[in-house]
């Protein structure tokens, strides 16, 4: 990741023209940091099968990592959570204005999808990559999942609404990037679809936790605003602090379980980025 680290950094989306402000605003919110885990499981599943195509699957890592981070924008707005602070860093609208920082969310999620078409990869590949970034990332999931949130603020959906809530708008871009890797690597439909449903669970311990920091952490420890949940439907406002706890005790026993099946070469590449994930909840008790 040390590698794909310095390509994005030497690879960010530039528009120069007698803007102001607009191409510096376009790669501040990427340069802030963030954990970088969908390129990761992307890059991991490219490494496991694939590694002589590691170099040519960054661009496609960067499209997700950008695609995330537009929506990541756009839900800092003061129209959805109107937070103040992520990565560590004013928010785009706070540090540049809301117009910016709509346009800004605007590029990056079509930007995304020109590193696919222009990745070193063969046409047929990059149509799939395409085709899954835009579900995914759109009304098969993530905006779909945020539609929901948005909507139902201040109305308690039952459990099984609250899991396809996070299923969409968290899960469903992680498990897409652990398919893309698939894809990349030239792994077949079967093979695309388990890595798939892993990334489902994935994603909805990866939501419970982070519910559980916006709950336990200040803004400043969590880089990003934080206990501002209080109308939404996270899991802790469902099933409380522990039930939380316990419900991601489930969850990365499954996972635990599910990698325990994996061939050696993805495990080995898996485990390094998961480990913090899924040893969390059993520190945090």
Same mark, same amino acid.
């Given at each position: 990741?040390? !590698?794909?680290?310095?390509?994005?950094?030497?690879? +960010?989306?530039?528009?120069?023209?007698?803007?102001?402000?607009? !191409?510096?605003?376009?790669?501040?919110?990427?340069?802030? %940091?963030?954990?970088?885990?969908?390129?990761?499981?992307?890059?991991?599943?490219?490494?496991?099968?694939?590694?002589?195509?590691?170099?040519?699957?960054?661009?496609?890592?960067?499209?997700?990592?950008? +695609?995330?981070?537009?929506?990541?924008?756009?839900?800092?707005?003061?129209?959805?959570?109107?937070?103040?602070?992520?990565?560590?860093?004013?928010?785009?609208?706070?540090?540049? !204005?809301?117009?910016?920082? &709509?346009?800004?969310?605007?590029?990056?999620?079509?930007?995304?999808?020109?590193?696919?078409?222009?990745?070193?990869?063969?046409? !047929?590949?990059?149509?799939?990559?395409?085709?899954?970034?835009?579900?995914?990332?759109?009304? %098969?999931?993530? &905006?779909? %999942?945020?539609?929901?949130?948005?909507?139902?603020?201040?109305?308690?959906?039952?459990?099984?609404?609250?899991?396809? +809530?996070?299923?969409?708008?968290?899960? @469903?871009?992680?498990?897409?990037?652990?398919?893309?890797?698939? /894809?990349?690597?030239?792994?077949?439909?079967?093979?695309?679809?388990?890595?798939?449903?892993?990334?489902?669970?994935?994603?909805?311990?990866?939501?419970?936790?982070?519910?559980?920091?916006?709950?336990?952490?200040?803004?400043?420890?969590?880089?990003?605003?934080? %206990?501002?949940?209080?109308?939404?439907?996270?899991? /802790?406002?469902?099933?409380?602090?522990?039930?939380?706890?316990? @419900?991601?005790?489930? +969850?990365?026993?499954? /996972?635990?379980?599910?990698?325990?099946?994996?061939?050696?070469?993805?495990?080995?590449?898996?485990?390094?980025?998961?480990?913090?994930?899924?040893? @969390?909840?059993?520190?945090?008790?």
């Amino acid at each position: 990741m040390t !590698d794909f680290e310095e390509y994005l950094r030497k690879h +960010l989306p530039s528009a120069p023209s007698f803007h102001p402000i607009f !191409d510096e605003a376009l790669g501040a919110m990427l340069v802030a %940091g963030g954990k970088r885990f969908r390129p990761g499981l992307l890059l991991a599943v490219v490494e496991a099968y694939a590694p002589l195509l590691l170099q040519s699957a960054y661009p496609v890592a960067m499209a997700v990592e950008m +695609l995330h981070t537009y929506s990541l924008i756009h839900d800092d707005l003061p129209v959805m959570d109107d937070a103040d602070l992520r990565r560590g860093e004013p928010t785009l609208h706070e540090r540049y !204005d809301e117009v910016t920082a &709509v346009l800004v969310g605007d590029a990056l999620n079509t930007h995304a999808f020109y590193l696919i078409a222009d990745a070193p990869l063969h046409s !047929d590949v990059k149509v799939a990559l395409v085709k899954e970034l835009a579900y995914s990332g759109g009304i %098969g999931g993530m &905006v779909l %999942g945020q539609a929901i949130d948005c909507h139902f603020e201040g109305e308690k959906l039952t459990p099984k609404q609250v899991d396809f +809530l996070h299923e969409y708008k968290t899960g @469903r871009l992680i498990a897409a990037s652990l398919k893309m890797g698939a /894809i990349v690597a030239g792994l077949d439909e079967k093979a695309q679809q388990k890595l798939f449903d892993f990334g489902l669970d994935l994603g909805l311990l990866f939501q419970i936790q982070d519910d559980i920091i916006d709950a336990t952490q200040s803004s400043e420890d969590a880089g990003k605003t934080t %206990g501002n949940d209080e109308d939404k439907n996270s899991y /802790i406002n469902h099933f409380g602090l522990q039930g939380s706890r316990d @419900r991601a005790d489930a +969850l990365a026993v499954k /996972i635990e379980k599910q990698m325990d099946r994996f061939d050696t070469p993805l495990r080995a590449k898996l485990e390094p980025i998961l480990e913090g994930y899924l040893n @969390r909840h059993k520190i945090e008790k």
